[in-house]
């Protein structure tokens, strides 16, 4: 028998809820139901879209039948997150008509997720957006907080705008088809949820590896609700990243330098993807605290050992030099007045945001790997 769905609730001034579970593409009532207009437009990727399109598509015009939809289909990749591309989302938009009663549906990655999102956010000054996520770091983070953006060659995610969704729909059974690789980059950003607050999940998951990498579909769904969990938590009560949100990005500030240093990719390729980034910028994190006295190498190590048990990278890859990735952290939107803020930590589950630190000691790290 298919399990229920579970949902977690998502509160603050603009509550929605985040349902998780196999099989949801297919509800067609349920994907209709946060739907207020005549229009919605179906923002994918093409290799997301030949699975998974004319399954929403159907379903929700069974639902609506009086429904007016659209889609538009970007190149699968961190490479599409473009402003060309969010001006070519706009453009669908345009040529169907939306009204501002509109809806966005994202149903891809997070590049998708981040992009359709900023559409929606901008499109008439904002309409709705639902998120429907394929990916596990989709479904685990950037589906969930209202987060959206393009990268610019400068840095990532420098354009965009706080927008949350009107529903997050998480089929689980998607991920089925998810490439192993992928799967890991989702499992970096669990772990982080670990690392930044929960000693007793980070345990968990050093318990749950086979299970999790081969994909058991208890173990993905406890790992999801955990993670949403976490992140519905932090940003209903830090909705705009004014204090502890930027929590949320351990690892990033280091891991969005190695993204923006190697290149924004097609996927397959040996770029790292943003959960491999992130594994590593997480570890550099950890070895950061631990020279600045924060924090035990144990520590570090035990963080190194769970994303090395994950199949996750933990080293910076060779070719990408210290100066540069340091010039790239400079550019991070956590920093002010010129100062590098970094989110480190007192060890697992004890994350914390730091103003001010010193530069040498990151290029100390940077440098060691
Ligand atoms: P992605 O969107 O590029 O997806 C990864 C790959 O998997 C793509 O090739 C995609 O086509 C494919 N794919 C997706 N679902 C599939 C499925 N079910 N079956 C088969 N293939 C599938 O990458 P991602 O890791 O999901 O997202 C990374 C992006 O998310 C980055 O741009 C990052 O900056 C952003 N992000 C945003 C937030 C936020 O809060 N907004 C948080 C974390 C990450
Ligand atoms: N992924 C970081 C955030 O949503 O704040």
């Not at 998502?10 to 229009?39: C, K, Q, S, T, W």
């Not at 950890?286 to 933990?314: H, N």
């Not at 920093?335 to 803020?341: E, Q, T």
Request: proline letters at 6%; a negative charge; hydrophobic letters at 45%.
């Amino acid at each position: 028998m298919t399990p229920a769905p579970r949902t977690v609730a998502v509160g603050g001034d603009r509550p929605y809820p985040i349902a998780i579970g196999p099989g949801l593409l297919d509800e067609g009532p349920r994907l209709a139901d946060p739907l207020r207009g005549r229009h919605a437009l179906l923002v994918s990727d093409d290799r997301v879209a030949p699975l998974y399109l004319e399954r929403v598509r159907r379903a929700l015009q069974a639902a609506r039948p009086d429904l007016v939809i659209a889609d538009h289909v970007i190149p699968a990749g961190e490479a599409s997150k473009t402003l060309q591309h969010f001006g070519a989302t706009l453009q669908a938009l345009a040529g169907l008509g939306a009204t501002r009663d509109a809806t966005v549906l994202a149903l891809g990655g997070g590049v998708v997720g981040d992009l359709a999102g900023f559409a929606a956010a901008c499109w008439m000054r904002g309409v709705d957006c639902v998120q429907l996520p394929t990916t596990l770091l989709a479904m685990v983070d950037s589906s969930v907080g209202g987060k959206t953006a393009v990268d610019l060659p400068q840095g990532k995610n420098l354009v965009g705008a706080f927008h949350p969704p009107r529903a997050v729909i998480a089929d689980t059974g998607v991920l089925r088809t998810l490439p192993p690789r992928e799967l890991r980059a989702g499992l970096a950003e669990v772990i982080k949820y670990g690392g930044i607050g929960d000693p007793a999940f980070f345990q968990w998951l050093q318990a749950q590896r086979d299970a999790l990498l081969a994909g058991d579909d208890a173990a993905l769904a406890q790992a999801i609700a955990r993670s949403c969990e976490h992140k519905a938590a932090i940003v209903e009560r830090d909705p705009l990243e004014k204090g502890e949100r930027a929590l949320l990005n351990l690892g990033h500030t280091f891991g969005h330098a190695i993204e923006t240093a190697q290149g924004y990719g097609a996927p397959d390729n040996a770029n790292l993807n943003h959960g491999e980034a992130v594994a590593v910028g997480m570890v550099l994190a950890a070895r950061l605290s631990a020279l600045l006295g924060m924090a035990d190498t144990a520590d570090t190590d035990a963080l190194r050992d769970l994303l090395l048990a994950y199949g996750l990278p933990v080293t910076i890859p060779a070719g990408l030099e210290a100066d540069a990735l340091l010039a790239h952290m400079r550019l991070d939107k956590k920093n002010l007045a010129g100062r590098l803020r970094l989110v480190l930590w007192r060890g697992i589950g004890k994350a914390e945001v730091v103003p001010d630190v010193d530069e040498s000691a990151v290029l100390a790290v940077l440098r060691g790997g």
